[in-house]
């Protein structure tokens, strides 16, 4: 089945403790990227990433870092979190100018 | 810089009228704009993909148009149902494959 997986789906952590949420998916997509929503403000695009060693910034990427070294994985790292980052989190495949593909969300909460 | 407006913000309609969702940005330069819907607490699902290239795209009761000179797309709802309830997004991707949200509709159909 084609899909987009996340992990962790629900996380609840400590500020500055360095956490990982992983994204994978099986349909051979160049593009992958990162998406954070926040009630008031929608969706904000944080990273993307056209293939494999190649990433870009999108509009919120502070306090996140992204590396795509293989072109199934997107993760996305918070070196140090902070109470801000909390949110809900979404990873989306597509190839380059077609559909995008969503994962189901992970629920981060930083305290 | 792309912005993405999304009109009206919320809208209720009884059970059965056909209905119009409007999406406007301000650059034209595009390489595809696509309509989601999102359920409470839950994912993104991809409705329609409209090409810089095509007018328009239809699934079932749906019909999305695209017209990029003016810099609007319209969502088209035929016959609507209860369960077409939801907030409907739209996002455009930009020629650097960045992706700009619409805030999104919130439909309500009443039966």
């Known amino acids: 089945e084609a899909q987009v997986t996340q992990n962790p789906r629900y996380l609840i952590t400590v500020t500055g403790k360095k956490l990982t949420v992983t994204c994978s998916q099986n349909?051979?997509?160049?593009?992958m990227s990162w998406y954070r929503q926040d009630p008031g403000l929608g969706l904000r695009q944080i990273y993307y990433?056209?293939?494999?060693?190649?990433?870009d910034k999108g509009d919120v990427p502070e306090g996140y870092k992204v590396s795509r070294k293989e072109k199934r994985n997107f993760p996305l790292i918070l070196e140090s979190p902070s109470p801000n980052q909390t949110s809900l989190y979404f990873c989306?495949?597509?190839?380059?100018?077609?559909?995008?593909?969503f994962g189901e969300g992970s629920r981060l909460t930083v305290l | 810089k792309q912005e993405v407006t999304q009109i009206p913000a919320a809208l209720s309609v009884p059970e059965g009228e056909n209905l119009v969702l409007n999406c406007s940005f301000t650059?034209?330069?595009?390489?595809?704009l696509q309509w989601f819907r999102q359920d409470p607490g839950k994912g993104l699902t991809s409705l329609l993909l409209?090409?810089?290239s095509q007018r328009e795209q239809t699934s079932g009761r749906l019909n999305a148009s695209l017209d990029k000179s003016s810099g609007r797309s319209t969502l088209y709802i035929a016959a609507s149902q209860p369960g077409d309830s939801a907030t409907y997004l739209c996002?455009?991707?930009?020629?650097?494959?960045?992706?700009?949200w619409g805030a999104g509709t919130k439909l309500i159909i009443k039966p």
């Open positions: 989306a495949s597509s190839v380059n100018t077609g559909e995008l593909f």
């Open positions: 349909m051979n997509h160049e593009y």
């Open positions: 990433s056209m293939n494999v060693e190649v990433t």
């Open positions: 650059d034209s330069a595009i390489y595809n």
């Open positions: 409209i090409q810089s």
């Open positions: 996002a455009v991707k930009g020629s650097n494959y960045q992706l700009i």
